[in-house]
């Protein structure tokens, strides 16, 4: 039985479920990816598929039924401008927690609720919730161009409010005095390194990347050009900075100038090409073999910080940074931030930190307000006491 109307038709099949079949704007028949229980389903749908036509908002159902999987590893295969590091770690994120879960599914196939599902699975597998969120934030972002670019989607499925943030746990922020007995804590070879690393607000990648010619120590001045990142199989790579606001020039406080120059001194070749920190050999320093090189561990308990990372060195040279009171636009320039959240983030906190110590004077204040409203109101009843004592009578006497 077969119902015939000007756009497409709906048939019963031989289960008693509805089939919809309807021609493409290229003149080839297409058949809905379902059946249908009741004909009034059918119906709507066969509706809804002439609507998105008329409205120029149809895709194709056939160009959606590549799989998530091959359709994810494209997406990154054809983004030249990612650096090594990225790729490869998109590339692990999804063999690790897309693929398994939906490689196999069709893209047009994926929904909301399969989305969900999926995240719900990883953090029921014992994946933490900010890896989570970099796999959720990686899928969200490869459907984004089925949606946008290749238009085999109407609208991105990945749609669970929350998900793409990661709540890290609050890290340490030493203070400038630790951050010092810190690098005392260190091997000579290794001292520079630490406050170079803080208070020039450096990554990783590109403190161990600086050589002789990147450092002025007339100005102070550190060229920060490119960085050094560690790829699976391959060793270090190196490349230009994490964002092209990474390529900065960061001046250094003068406090630290005599510490580089000694280093410079006795560990670093005249080459202008020389690293300026590497090991005990003049290899460059490797971030995995760091911690055991340096005994981090040992000088971070003797400072009485533990659990303190070296990236936190870079989160206190912000943090100092903020609260000198410099502008959004000058931290952004300083921490090599293309975005102002991360600015803003820590002039939130500097501004937090005012409004505690505003809220600290404001009880100073108040309490001393109260004390010397209190010794007035004695004074005044001492005096008046006083008055009323020696207050002549009617008749003068």
């Known amino acids: 039985m077969a119902g015939r109307r000007r756009f497409g038709s709906v048939r019963k099949r031989a289960s008693g479920r509805y089939q919809v079949r309807y021609f493409g704007p290229d003149g080839r028949e297409r058949t809905a990816p379902n059946t249908f229980v009741r004909k009034t389903d059918a119906d709507r749908y066969l509706a809804m598929i002439e609507t998105q036509m008329a409205r120029g908002e149809w895709t194709d159902p056939e160009r959606a039924k590549v799989r998530v999987g091959d359709y994810a590893d494209r997406w990154i295969t054809e983004r030249p401008a990612l650096r090594p590091r990225t790729v490869a770690l998109y590339r692990w994120t999804l063999g690790k927690h897309i693929t398994p879960y ?66 890290p746990a609050e890290r340490p922020v030493l203070t400038v005095a630790q951050v010092f007995r810190l690098a005392e804590a260190m091997d000579e070879r290794y001292r520079a390194l630490i406050l170079v690393a803080t208070f020039a607000c450096l990554r990783w990648g590109e403190v ?25 199989g391959v060793g270090l790579v190196a490349g230009p900075p994490k964002s092209r606001a990474g390529l900065r020039t960061v001046t250094l406080p003068a406090s630290v100038l005599p510490v580089l120059r000694e280093h410079l001194a006795a560990f670093v070749d005249d080459d202008p090409d020389a690293l300026i920190f590497t090991g005990p050999l003049g290899a460059p320093i490797r971030r995995g073999n760091f911690n055991p090189l340096v005994r981090w561990s040992a000088a971070v308990e003797k400072i009485g910080v533990k659990g303190l990372h070296f990236h936190d060195l870079r989160h206190t040279g912000n943090t100092v940074a903020a609260r000198t009171g410099a502008s959004t ?36 204040m108040t309490a001393e307000r109260k004390k010397d409203k209190k010794g007035s109101g004695k004074a005044k009843k001492k005096a008046g006491g006083k008055r009323k004592k020696g207050k002549a009578g009617p008749d003068g006497e």
């Open 329 to 364: 636009r000058e931290l952004m320039a300083r921490m090599g931030h293309d975005s102002s959240q991360a600015a803003l983030i820590y002039q939130h906190a500097t501004a937090e930190a005012d409004r505690a110590i505003a809220a600290a004077v404001d009880e100073v």
């Open 102 to 167: 939906l490689g196999e599914v069709e893209l047009g196939r994926l929904d909301p609720p399969m989305v969900r599902q999926w995240r719900s699975d990883l953090l029921r597998d014992g994946v933490s919730a900010t890896m989570a969120a970099k796999a959720y934030r990686l899928l969200r972002a490869v459907v984004m161009t089925a949606v946008d670019q290749d238009e085999l989607l109407r609208r991105n499925p990945c749609r669970i409010p929350g998900a793409d943030q990661e709540r």
């Open 208 to 232: 161990s990347a600086l050589r002789r010619r990147d450092v002025d120590l007339k100005t102070g001045a550190v060229r920060v050009r490119q960085a050094f990142t560690e790829i699976r």
